[in-house]
């Protein structure tokens, strides 16, 4: 938390993803935090001490997205990760968003009433 507020981590490579997830955070009382590649979000991830992270599974490299959740893991990352993918249906139905080490899978574009309730009964 920062300030009274839950830090929300956002890793898309597409700066208006990450800005409509920064609009709509910011707007119902988070704090955002972003990263445009897996490997700034890494960093990020160090530094701000996200409550939730939200990360899409295809940047820079298609796999990007499960390297990233795999070496948080390493890093011992309790807080819920959320993968925000546009083939999430199809993820949900070929592979078990926990074997990857996942609480879930957001389907893109998020719906803001899709995520702030994802928020409300993860955080509280």
Sequence with gaps: MQDGKHVILCIDDDPDIRESMRMILEANGY?????????????????????????????EEVDAGANFVRELKLLGCSVPIYLLSSVGDSLSMSVSPTQLGLDGVLQKPVAPATLLALLREKLG
């Design 31 to 59: 704090v955002h935090v972003g990263a445009a590649t897996a490997e700034e979000g890494v960093r990020v991830f160090k530094q701000a001490s996200p409550d939730l992270v939200i990360v899409d599974l295809m940047m």
